[in-house]
């Protein structure tokens, strides 16, 4: 089992910056990979951001790139996901999710494991 815990979130301006980050625990050993989904209210959850276990394959859903950036330093079992220039619609509750093996995946059921999320406000 991975035990995975999201911290950074709050209540920011449009055009501010957020750093979220996510812990690691348990059995943190062997090749994850993590991501960042997100869900607004009322809307699914939705992929934003993910990497590779050794962090040289990113993704990004489109209206993140060029915003958001996510990264991660597998010596303390934390992935980052940097976020600049936010937006009003990027509003959400964010998690962060690991998957077992080395590659990126896109969507939800391919992630194992999930953090209880983090909220993010963004007021215009």
């Known amino acids: 089992q991975v035990q995975l815990v999201e911290s950074g979130g709050g209540s920011v301006q449009a055009g501010d910056s957020l750093r979220l980050s996510c812990a690691a625990s348990?059995?943190?050993?062997?090749?994850?990979?993590m991501a960042w989904f997100r869900q607004a209210p009322g809307k699914e959850r939705e992929f934003a951001a993910a990497?590779?276990?050794?962090?040289?394959?990113?993704a990004y859903e489109d209206s993140v790139k060029g915003r958001f950036t996510i990264s991660r330093a597998n010596a303390e079992n934390t992935v980052y996901l940097q976020m600049n220039s936010l937006k009003p619609e990027d509003t959400a509750v964010y998690y962060c999710?690991?998957?077992?093996?080395?590659?990126?995946?896109?969507?939800?059921?391919?992630?194992?494991?999930w953090g209880q999320g983090t909220r993010v406000t963004v007021s215009s």
């Open positions: 990497l590779n276990w050794s962090g040289g394959t990113t």
């Open positions: 999710a690991a998957r077992i093996g080395a590659g990126v995946g896109v969507i939800n059921d391919e992630y194992d494991y």
């Open positions: 348990g059995r943190t050993s062997g090749n994850y990979a």
